[in-house]
Structures are given as C-alpha cells and as structure tokens.
C-alpha cells in the first residue's frame, strides 16, 4: 500500500536567519555585545596558539619566529615530571570532584530539610563565610594551622601522634587541598542547588507523601530527580575543566618536599611560561590541557545525554 | 674571637673612611643637570627601586623626583604593582619589546641570554658610544678588570650598567648563621667555629629550652648555606660552581652528601624545626619570640629586626652573627658571598628609545658613577638628608636621624637594595646596627689572614657573573634544561627529611645517574664552553 509522506524541507541556512532576523531584530541588535567581546577577548587571542608550533621569540612575533613543530609538545612529553604531572593533575582534580561535588548538594539538602529558618540561615552564613576570604589568607590560615606546633599538629599529638609539619609530607597534600577547598567553597557552591530546590513543585511532595513516601523516599523520588538537571549541567561544566586545578592555591601552599603529589600541569606552566620565558612550552603545555578537557566534556555530555536526557548541547 | 671581630671591624671602618672621591670616579659637575628637561625617558626598575612603603607612588618619592631634576630630564618611573613578583613582571614586558620602557633595570636572575637581547635589536649595543655619552662609567669600569669583563659579551659589547658594592664582596655576604648570645653566655659557651662545636650548640640549645635550629627557607635554600663545612657548594637551589676552571653542579658534588646527611641527622632527632620548608621572614618570628629558636641563619637585615622585635617585646634575646662553621679540621669550601658586581640589578637601554633618547639614557645613567651621582644615589640630597662629616664622610642630618619609618633612607636614596649604581659602604653602616656589621664582618671574614683565600672562598667558586650564552646554546638550554632546577630542590627536601636515605649508597648513586635524565652532561658541557669564553674575554 503506498503512502503519502508528507516530507518538511529545511529552508536555506542564510534565508531562515534573513527572516528570524526580521521576527526578532532586537534580539539580534542586543546579542551584538556578547559576538563582539567572545571575537575580541575568546577567539582573537587563539591565533596565539600558534606560537606553540614555533620557537616564540619575543622580538622576532608570532610570525617572524622560527617553525619547530611539535618540537615544544615532544619535549614536555619526554620531560621526566610529565606523567608525573599528569598523575598528580588527574588525582587533585578526581578526588576534588569526587568528595568536592556532592558536598554542596549534601548540604542543599539537608538544609532544605531543615524548618528551623534561624537554624538554617546561620548554618547557611557559616558555611558562606570561608567563600569570602581571599585566598591567600585561607591559605595562611591552613599553612598556620598545619604546623608543627600549630592546631591540627596538636590534635595529632593529643591523640598520641608526633609533632609534624602536614604540609611538608607528600600524602598530606592531597587530602589537605580537598578538604580546605570544600570548608571554603561549600556554601557558596549549594547557593544554585538551593535555587534549583526551590523551583521543585510542592504538589509532587504532596502527591508523594499521600503515597506513603517518608521524607528519605521524598528526598530521593522527588527532590534529587527535581534538581538532577542542574547536577548534571554542572558536573558537565566541571568535567570539561578537569585539568584546571586552581595553580594558586597550589603555588601558596605547596612546598619542596611536596613536589611529588602537589606539582601540577597549571604549576608547571606558571612556571616554564612566566618565571622562565618559555612561552612556546607553556603555550604547547595549555593547549594539550585544553584538548584533554575538551575530551572530557564532550565524553561526559555524551554520557548524561544518554542516561539523564539532559546535557550542554 | 672578640680580637677578630675587632680586627675584621677596623678594616671596614678603613674602608669605609676612605672618601668618596678614592673611587676615582669622574666629577659629573660640568655635566648634570642637562638641558633637557622637555625630554622625557621611561625608566623601568623591578626591584630595589621600590617607592618607600609611605609612599603611594613614585610622585611622592623624593628619590624618584629628584632624579629628574638632579638629571635634567623627566623620567617617568615604571614600578611592578605592588605585592606582585618582580620577575614575573619583567617577563612580562619583555613579552612586548615594541612597547618597554626606554630602560629597563632588570632584577635579580642575572641576563645570560644578553647575546639574544642584541642579536634580536631588543637592547642597544652600547659600544660605539659608552665612552663619549657614558664617560664616568666607562671610567669607572676601566678602574677594575673584572668590572668590564662582567659587563660585555663574549664579542666586547657593552650592554648594560652593572651594581656594584664600594668595599668589594663584603656585602655580598649578607647572611649565615646566627646565635643568641644570652643563652650562649648561660650555658658557658663561645660562638661555635667548627662543625662539631656548631651542632654541640643546637644540642646544648634543644636540651636548656627546647629550641631548634631554624631558618627562613627563602634564605637557607640559597646555595651554599652551611654546605662548605662539608667541602661542598649547594643547598637546595641549583647552584652551577667553578673550581679550578671546571664547571659542575654543587648538588652532583659530593660534599653536598655530606651536608645533607648531616641535615637529615638533625631531623631525624628533632633538633631541625619540621616548620623549615614553609617558614619565611614573618613567620619565623613568632618562634625566634617563643624562644623555639637559639641558634639559625638569616640575614643581618633580619638578625637587625629580631633583636629589635624581642627588645621591644622585653624578652632578653640578644641576636648576634654567628661564624660560618667550618669542618674540624678548619677546611671550608664555599660561603654565601660574590665580587660586589651584582649579579642581576643591571639596566640596559631598549630599542624604544630612538639614537638621540639612546644618548638621555646613556647620560641618565652615567649619573650614578659620576662623584656627585655616587653621594646622591646612596645618600639623597646634600644638606637635605646628610651632610659631611668631621671624618670626611657623610652623615645623616637631624631629618633622617629623626624618621623612624622602616629603611627611611630608601625614601630619599637608591643604592640600598641595588640598582644601576655603586654602593657605598658607609651607607650600609649608617643603615645597619653594630650588631648586623660586625655578623656581616663575620660571615665575610672567613681566612681574615689571607685576603686570597678569603676571596676564592666568598666568591671564586661562584658561576661568574656577566657570562653569556650563544644565540644555539641559549636555544638549546630551552629545551633541556627546564626541569632539573626542580630536580634539585625535591630532591634536597627528600633527602633532609629522610623520604630518600642519602647515606644508602645505591640511592646516592641512582640520585646521580638521574641526574641524566635531566640532561645535566650537556648542559655541563654547555656552561663549560660558556665559562671557557668568559674566562678568556
């Protein structure tokens, strides 16, 4: 039996934008600012790159320095700390998703559990608080307090452990960067989850509470899957920078004897790239960081596009 | 020991007494000021030049002001903000050679890669017209060989004003070991000369109060800190030496073993603070306060402030310059020290200023070296902030006596830090306590018997300044020698606290041959041919 399909014919790219342009002028007049500074501040600047492929000098350009090749990206992978920046980059970041991500919506939650208003807005202002405070003074703040004689050396010893400096032991740098970086950021961070906690419908608690559904059961039907979108969203944007772990916390923090878990390829490249006028090398060093991260977005995109239905593009 | 000190202070005051003008330098005085206040030249200084802390910028600087006018020409002052790294500043202009500053002091890190700098028309060739429009310089250069040998290339340009310490390599050991004397007093002992009397003392020092030896890490990494005892000639950074014509690194030596065997020792048994790595100028004082400290290293900069600090906080801490310890057999192969030619403060004129700007600058900086640019470089203006002296040499007037700002002096001079001048010892003594000459008469004075000896020790082992690598050495230096600097440093942390057994002989030996991985044959075969150039200009 043969069937009439009625098939749809895309118009012309140019002429379906002639004619939105025409229905949303406006629009398109007010989104000029942003296509100007994303050309003049994100997309100019990339031409740069190609300094990684050459032996930049700064008196001779961009284009009056010598081509190499990947003569910058060979050296850097045959420099005897690459898989070791590489090891400590991934496992920084990993441990930071793994324990730092949930945090916030840890506390999101409970706090909108939480009917005490009092209660919850000074939890909320202690926890906001660490946010505030410029890192290089949290940074003191931590290097004080890791001591030899300074608080946690004391609890240590309290419970019968030797006086020791943490931040000089290498398998302290890890848990000492996760755990600072959650007291300060976690308040900040749950500020978009109580947001997105506060668009969930109150008649799907109530449908669930004439279900039978107790407040755990509420909180895992309704409240997670209400605000899970935005989870996902975010853990997106966070996987697509996996290689950025912030270098100047590392730099205020670590010491000579943490090189071995605290180096990182953002402190590598300060390094190379600022202190030692290595531009072509640190350039070639950000330019692998960014493919790995870009590898990693579009990875995890795909992966929540499959099993949430929800993702960045 | 009190004849010693007394010897070595005597022979600085005769230093110091000898008049400005036995520099023999040129007068400036038909000379400065120039007609050419319409002109105006950009100075950049990244360090040393800093405005005064009461100062919001150099406006407000009287030094910087009356630059101009002591000139003739207006300068416009370029500063680092403040707070941020001197270094990575410079890095930073110098990532835009079209737009520097007419001239650019450059701060410590030395300038091996001048060659490039030419070679790229980055910097002026100063050759064809140092003699004419930088007379006093050119002057002064031709008073000392290793003056001019350290501010050429290997080809005899000229490039650059170089800084230079009036009384030769005695400020450039500025820091080493330091001892409260109240405690050494009590417990009945001298200042500790040797290796054996030295760690009796942090012995004796952690059994009577609890103390440990302890230094700002800023200062004790720096190469050699206390490693000549041990014959050897590196802490933790890398540190390139020179004995007897042969370039190698101080941290493949052996007498580096040695010295951080001896470190790990003394933290194995608690008497290193655990806090060295991360401790620094500021952080340091709470416990030299506490009294968790009797016997460290530091500068007489620092030692000046400690005692200052514990006086005005009523404790009965009195601070003093300890001697660098020596091996027990009296031997010592190396001291924190130099030639007095700084190894980094050196202005070069850019290519922004155009051959008549090139000739402003040159005279701007030939100020320093003349007679009159000397006083006012390290003193300020005649009777404004000194005057002459019975003796014949200057002395603040009432209005620096009086100011009991931090360093006032830096107000309304510029050779206290360094910069592109010559620094006068008598500066450093009207700057300093007694207490901070007689640690630095200390420190310097290591073979007071023999000047020789004194000076291979306090600067002949050093990788020379004012070496310059080719334009392919250069290159090839980018590429292999980025990372064994950091090799260097961990390695002396793992070492100190014990996470690698320096005295297992199979790690010393593996230590060693990574040291290829590094690269460290060529890059020793490069600086060999380098310093083989310098040591034949």
Redesign the interface.
Known sequence: MSQNVVTYKRPPLLKALKRDMQLHFWKYVLIIPILVYLALFCYKPMYGLVIAFKNYKPARGIWGSKWVGFTWFETFFKDPYFFRLLRNTFRLSAYSILFGFPAPIILALLLNEVSNNKFKRTVQTITYMPYFISLVVACSIIKIYCQADGLFSQIGQFFGAPAQNLLIDPNKFTPIYVISGIWQNIGWNSIIYLAALSGIDQEQYEAARIDGANRFEQVLHVTIPGILPTIMILFIMRMGSILNVGYEKILLLYTDATFETADVFSTYTYRMGLQSQKYSLSTAVGLFNTMVNIVFLLFTNWLSTKTTESGLF | MKKLFALALALCLVLAAVPASALELLSGADIYPLDAADKTITWYAQDGLNPHEKFADWKESPFHTNMSKQIGVNIEWVIPTTGTDG??FT??L????ANLPNIMKLGSGGFDNAA??LE???IWDLTPYIQEYAPAYYAFLQTNPAYDKAMKTDDGQYYGFGFFREGGGWNDTYQGPVVRTDWLAEQGLDFPKTLSEFENVIRVFNEKYGAKFAAP?SRF?QSPALSGMFGGFAA?DQQWAVQDGKVFLGQAHEGYRAYVSWLNKLWEEGLL???I??LDDT?IKAKVQNG?IGIGYTSMGQMNNWNKECDAAGIGAVWAGSPIPKADDGSISSVFGGFGIGTGHIAVITKTADEETLKLCLRALDYAYTQEGFLFWNYGLENDTWVWGPEGIPVWTEKMANDTDVDPMTKYNGATWGSSCIQADNLLYLKNSKAAIEANNTWFFVFPEDNEKNLAVTGGWKWPVGTTFTLDEA?EL??IA??IG??C??N???FV?G?LDVDDDAVWEKYLA?FE??NLSRITEIRQACYDRYAAR
């Open positions: 270094g990575t890095n930073t110098m990532a835009d050679p490039l700098y790229d028309e980055v890490w990494k933790s603070d655990q806090d790595f991360s952080s968790q290159d980018d590429l980025g990372s950091t090799y440093t961990e002396f942390a793992s606290t996470t990574d991985t590094y």
